[in-house]
């Protein structure tokens, strides 16, 4: 089955500053690959996502980028805030119903 | 429209005891799906339900089962608990048709601690 990768687990930055958060998988079948943000206590909420037929996606201050050829896609957020606090978990999936498999996620801190 | 809801919100059962929990999608969302969120394991996938039919199961032991009724609320039970399965277990609806995928809408979770 599919293997999702998420490095690194924990992030710090200073406010302003960008965070880039990298996820690979392991089949190639994987179309579909969203993040979601998850805020303490509160549940996950897609904040961008990307498919198999696009290399990048940006949205405001967020952006996903996807190598199919190297099996990994990122996630970068611009001029951090310390809203973006949270925990990011990558996903991916094929085209047979919602069965994502989540990477472990990455628990970003933005330092004011 | 209302979100996605779960109950109960939290429970705590012991070692051997079975456990019921309940979803409800988004109005006009059919495709229900179950995960599993622990510490340091992110969100394991449970299974999927489509029209009343599981259409994806992921590797979770035979203990674990669900159902889906005609109106597109599920259900999952699990039989004899293990302190393992204290965890926050994740409803998600998403509007998607037979062969899409989409964005899934999470509920609050139904958060079990096995003593």
């Known amino acids: 089955g599919e293997n999702v990768e998420q490095h690194p687990s924990t992030l710090s930055v200073q406010e302003g500053d960008s965070a880039v958060i990298k996820c690979t998988y392991s089949d190639s079948a994987s179309n579909y690959f969203p993040w979601y943000k998850q805020e303490l206590g509160k549940r996950p909420q897609l904040i961008i996502d990307i498919r198999s037929n696009v290399g990048e996606k940006k949205d405001q201050r967020i952006a996903v980028t996807l190598n199919k050829t190297a099996k990994h896609f990122s996630l970068h957020i611009t001029e951090t805030q310390p809203e973006d606090s949270a925990v990011y978990f990558c996903?991916?999936?094929?085209?047979?119903?919602?069965?994502?498999?989540f990477g472990t996620g990455t628990s970003l801190t933005v330092i004011p | 429209k209302a979100g996605v809801t779960q109950t109960p919100r939290y429970l705590i059962k012991t070692r051997g005891q079975q456990v019921t929990l309940s979803c409800s999608p988004i109005s006009g969302h059919r495709s229900v799906s179950w995960y599993q969120q622990t510490p340091g394991q992110g969100l394991q996938f449970l299974f999927e339900?489509?029209?009343?039919?599981?259409?994806n199961k992921g590797n979770f032991p035979g203990r674990f089962s669900g159902r889906q009724f005609s109106n597109s609320r599920s259900e999952m039970n699990v039989s004899t608990l293990e302190l393992g399965d204290s965890a926050l277990y994740l409803c998600a609806s998403s509007w998607t048709g037979t062969t899409n995928t989409g964005e899934l809408f999470f509920g609050e979770g139904s958060r079990l601690t096995v003593l």
């Open positions: 339900y489509f029209s009343e039919t599981q259409r």
């Open positions: 996903a991916a999936s094929t085209n047979t119903g919602n069965q994502f498999y």
